[in-house]
Nanobody
Framework: VQLVASGGGLVQAGGSLRLSCAVSGITFSTNTLGWYRQRDRQREMVAGVTDGNVPVYDNSVEGRFTISRDNDKNMLFLQMDGLLLEDTGVYYC????????????WGQGTQVNVSS
């Protein structure tokens, strides 16, 4: 399984970024997928999307982030608008189990830095 996130960078507060994750080695279309943010050694899920394309968001990003998936290209996306300083972190993608846990070893993350 390969999980390769990209698209991070340095952006001012209030700005936008679009993250992408290339996924291989799994049956992409049948998996629930999610974006996780790591800050201060803690990793938390900020957005997920089911195999039925139903999104879920953490309260901290609700209304600002949009998760989407392209089953034809095995790609997961995260549109991040209205970025806040606290959105700074390393973002990873993963598949999610029925219990809400990440399924696979973590792949390459992408660093997002939001400045004031």
């Amino acid at each position: 399984v390969q999980l390769v996130a990209s698209g991070g960078g340095l952006v001012q507060a209030g700005g936008s970024l679009r993250l992408s994750c290339a996924v291989s080695g799994i049956t992409f279309s049948t998996n629930t997928l999610g974006w996780y943010r790591q800050r201060d050694r803690q990793r938390e899920m900020v957005a997920g999307v089911t195999d039925g394309n139903v999104p879920v968001y953490d309260n901290s990003v609700e209304g600002r982030f949009t998760i989407s998936r392209d089953n034809d290209k095995n790609m997961l996306f995260l549109q991040m608008d209205g970025l806040l300083l606290e959105d700074t972190g390393v973002y990873y993608c993963n598949a999610i189990s029925g219990y809400g846990n990440p399924l696979y070893d973590w792949g390459q993350g992408t660093q997002v830095n939001v400045s004031s």
